[in-house]
């Protein structure tokens, strides 16, 4: 697909007075611009007369997510919070919060303006070796994350209520989640395939014992670079993170795919961990239940969103022939 995602359905701006309301204590507001790139929460950046610029982020209507997507933006606010003390990761800084619903009907934070361009619309302006080193800065940027770690493996919102003690227990809770998703938006979307994999893979998730932070969702469209070097500005849209293995956030913006890691992103995880990234057959088969999973996910999801159009048929093929791929790997 081309151009801009629709956008969903239950997404809600600020207005322009809401906007001055909110960004008060920053400054009078100039110029609101609605962000592009996303199709799920609403954003837009704000000039103030000062000169400075934000972002302002929404939430959006509950009763239109899955399961893992509950309360996204408070979550975001949490893990950015915890990132503003973590050296080697460009995450935007929280500046004002309101969750009240008492002036707005929507959560809101306004968040500081990353310099750069998203890589997904900047990937064609740079040279391979450009594109290399994002590649090889966005490993290291998912190795600084691995620092930060939690009590319990899971999202974190509402105290882990989509969580577990071990990784094994989290990851059949999401699938259990998933497949009641599935069942309530009517989507064939192969969960009990999905099941069967958990079963196969089971051994090899106890083989994760330490809950880390992991952006699930660092694919291009999350990544700020500067085009001209390659350098890796910004890394955004946190509301998915969760607590748990390394190597689902090394995956994360290769859901599309059944095939290895891009190797500079590998290298730059190996040298800020300055470890070797296992990739046995265990590392590999995990690998594949996460991407599986995802395409799950992605198929599910789309009842909810209410998206149409004849782009659809060639973002189901997508995931369904790679759905098929992965199943033959995990043998169900």
């Known amino acids: 697909m081309t151009g801009p995602l629709p956008l969903f ?11 001055e309301e909110l960004l008060a204590p920053l400054g009078a507001v100039a110029h609101v611009w609605p962000m592009e790139g996303g199709s799920f929460s609403s954003v837009q950046s704000v000039e103030l007369h000062s000169g400075d610029a934000v972002v302002v982020k929404t939430s959006v209507s509950e009763d239109r997510l899955l399961t893992y997507e509950r309360d996204l933006l408070r979550a975001e606010r949490d893990h950015l919070r915890r990132l503003e003390s ?10 004002i919060e309101d969750f009240s619903r008492d002036r707005f009907e929507v959560d809101v934070i306004a968040m ?6 998203a890589w997904v619309e900047a ?11 994002a590649l090889t800065e966005v490993g290291g940027v998912l190795a600084a994350l691995g620092t930060v770690a ?15 003690e071990t990784w094994p227990a989290f990851m059949a809770a999401l699938v259990e989640a998933t497949a009641a998703d599935a069942e309530r938006w009517r989507v064939d979307a192969g969960a009990d395939r999905l099941a069967r994999a958990l079963e196969s893979v089971r051994p090899d998730l106890a083989e994760v014992t330490a809950p880390t932070l992991v952006h699930a969702d660092l694919w291009h469209g999350n990544v700020l670079v500067d085009p001209s070097t390659g350098a890796v500005t910004g890394v955004v849209d946190f509301e998915r993170s969760l607590y748990g293995d390394p190597l689902w956030g090394l995956a994360g913006g290769e859901t599309h795919s059944s095939g290895p890691l891009a190797a500079a ?14 990739m046995d057959a265990a590392a590999r088969r995990r690998i594949a239940l996460y991407r599986l999973w995802s395409m799950t996910v992605q198929e599910i999801e789309l009842a909810p969103r209410g998206y149409s159009g004849d782009w659809l048929d060639g973002l189901l093929a997508s995931i369904r022939a790679n759905r098929e791929r992965l199943c033959h790997i995990l043998g169900v």
């Open 9 to 19: 359905p239950t997404q809600s701006p600020l207005t322009r007075a809401e906007l």
């Open 112 to 117: 500081t303006l990353l310099p750069g361009m």
């Open 123 to 133: 990937t064609e302006l740079m040279t391979a070796e450009s594109n290399d080193r």
């Open 265 to 278: 992103k590998v290298r730059g995880y190996e040298a800020a961990t300055g470890l070797p990234l296992v």
């Open 150 to 164: 939690a009590p319990r493996f899971g999202f974190p919102a509402h105290g882990f209520a989509l969580g577990g």
């Open 86 to 95: 973590v050296a080697g990761v460009p995450a935007p800084v929280v500046l």
